[in-house]
């Protein structure tokens, strides 16, 4: 693992995050949204949001922001958008859950684009921090067969062997990242975020993930009285799920820190995809029949985060327990999908 050292010498003026402009790309997306309200209410006084999607496909658009809507894998694009900014968020990526990413990996490692111009248009435009968004998909697959792990811990990541396509984009980025620091002196902080889930995000369309995508199916479900349910692979597959409000905050600790090395931001609320599935049918007062689809994408065997050196660095811990979590996902999905039932 790379070590931890004190910051370098700060390119660029600004040290918090309220003294100057922040920039967050992938704005209109699931975790940016969320990110873009937590800096306003921390009290950035000026945040542009920027993400190529049309705005009225973003989850949240907040009109005290500066919204835009650009492509972010042309590098004049990220010149324009860093033009002013002190601190840049950048989330921008084109991913989804396990179905999206084993089915598009070429589109998942064009992502490249956005991080590798985003950090050359950064470090010429004099910005003071970066901040990466990487995934628990760097670490080594054959680290993640059995359904027991005790939970990733950073140096995992190596020897390289991450998911194929997405992975290896974020692992790519994340080096990027690291010798845009060494070299020019940029400050860069990067999160391993593991599978975030929450309101304001995908749950249909085929880039939503499990919480999600299980809300969606136990709400049908119950909408329309057939009590089945298509579960991928045999469900005893274990992961774990960090509530958005605990990555904002973490997110905002991990940018704020010392820290120069890619860290866990996840939950160790380790459970299987069955015990998830109960715990929807629980908060819908429905028990349903499954049908296990063992040929689908169904990803690593087990997956956790081990966050002992988040907790011990930045004294962060998630927050918000899967079951209260998946009570707030599930209410809002289900105002969404009855919402839409009654158009
Ligand atoms: P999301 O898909 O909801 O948001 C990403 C946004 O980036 C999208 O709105 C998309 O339109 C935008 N985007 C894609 N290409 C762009 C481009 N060329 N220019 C401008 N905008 C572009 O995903 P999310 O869940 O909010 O994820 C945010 C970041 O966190 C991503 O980098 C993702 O890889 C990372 N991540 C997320 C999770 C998770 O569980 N959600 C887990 C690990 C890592």
């Known amino acids: ?166 992975g290896w984009e974020k692992l790519f980025s994340e080096r990027m990242c690291r010798h845009f620091e060494e070299d020019f002196n940029i400050t860069c902080r990067v999160a391993r975020f593991h599978n975030v889930y929450g309101p304001f995000g995908t749950y249909d369309g085929g880039r939503e993930k499990a919480p999600a995508a299980m809300c969606r199916k136990v709400i049908n479900a119950k909408l329309t009285g057939d009590h089945n349910i298509e579960i991928w692979g ?22 704020e820190s010392h820290i120069d090395f890619p860290i866990n931001l996840g939950s160790d609320e380790m459970v299987s995809i069955n015990q998830l599935v109960s715990i929807v049918e629980d908060i819908a007062g429905i028990t349903l029949d499954r049908h296990y689809k063992l040929d689908a994408p169904k990803g690593v065997r087990g997956r956790s985060s081990d966050n002992t050196l988040i907790k011990k660095e930045l004294d962060w811990a998630p927050n918000i327990s899967l079951r209260e979590g998946m009570e707030k996902t599930y209410a809002w999905i289900y105002d969404q999908m009855t919402a839409k039932a009654t158009v």
């Open 1 to 166: 693992m790379i070590q931890a050292q004190e910051s370098q010498t700060i390119k660029g003026s600004i040290n918090k995050m309220t003294d100057g402009k922040v920039l967050v790309t992938g704005a209109g997306g699931f975790i940016g949204g969320h990110l873009v309200e937590y800096l306003k209410n921390k009290g950035a006084k000026e945040i542009v949001a920027i993400d190529k999607k049309p705005y009225d496909q973003w989850y949240q658009v907040h009109d005290y922001a500066d919204n835009r809507v650009s492509d972010l894998q042309y590098l004049e694009n990220c010149n324009d958008a860093v033009k002013g900014v002190d601190w840049v968020y950048n989330l921008a990526a084109d991913m989804g859950g396990m179905g999206f990413i084993e089915n598009n990996k070429a589109l998942c490692m064009l992502s490249v684009l956005i991080n590798t111009h985003m950090l050359e248009a950064a470090r010429h435009a004099d910005v003071s921090r970066f901040f990466y968004a990487s995934s628990a998909c760097v670490y080594n697959g054959e680290k993640q067969q059995d359904v027991n792990n005790p939970g990733l811990k950073e140096e995992d990541a190596y020897p390289a062997l991450a998911e194929d396509g997405y």
């Open 234 to 255: 045999d469900g005893e597959q274990t992961r774990s799920f960090m509530y958005i409000d605990d990555c904002t905050n973490g997110i905002d600790k991990i940018m």
